[in-house]
């Protein structure tokens, strides 16, 4: 099973949009096909990010609640600076490493231009779902 670490523009699109593509990841993530493995930084930047764009409260609760019931929790031990573009989603990166997570699924260009860091694969929600449909 991936162990799958999303940006938080997954649920934004998910919840925004809705995006169906980050729609399916998000379901999918809900039933089961993956992990998700998310750090506190990671968490706090859902809530913020989702409250800010207008996600009612209740349905940020529910969606936290959905993650601390289901998701790998993890601490970030290890600081990188890999994304000079944009330093703030070097979290996503170092949770994943910190996590062993195989996949980082995301929208953001600073992070896909990276395509791979030390085994892990940076994917857009589209080109995930193609590659759970190739297992």
């Known amino acids: 099973m991936d162990k799958v670490v999303l940006d938080t523009n997954v649920f934004v699109s998910a919840y925004l949009k809705p995006n169906r593509i980050s729609v399916k990841v998000v379901d ?6 993956f992990q998700l493995v998310v750090c ?3 968490l706090d930047e859902y809530s913020e990010i ?3 764009k207008g996600i009612s409260y209740n349905l940020v609760k529910e ?3 959905q993650i601390w019931n289901t998701a790998i929790k993890i601490k970030i031990h290890k600081r990188l600076n890999l994304v000079k573009d944009d330093p703030d989603d ?3 990166i170092e949770c994943a490493l910190e ?5 980082i699924v995301s929208g953001d260009p600073h992070l896909l231009k990276l395509e791979v860091f030390r085994g892990i694969k940076i994917l857009t929600p589209k080109e995930y779902l193609e590659l759970l449909i190739k297992k």
């Open 90 to 92: 070097d979290k996503f």
């Open 63 to 65: 969606l936290n609640k």
């Open 28 to 33: 999918l993530w809900i039933l089961g096909v």
């Open 99 to 103: 996590g062993k997570a195989n996949i």
């Open 40 to 42: 506190e930084e990671i």
């Open 50 to 52: 989702l409250l800010r």
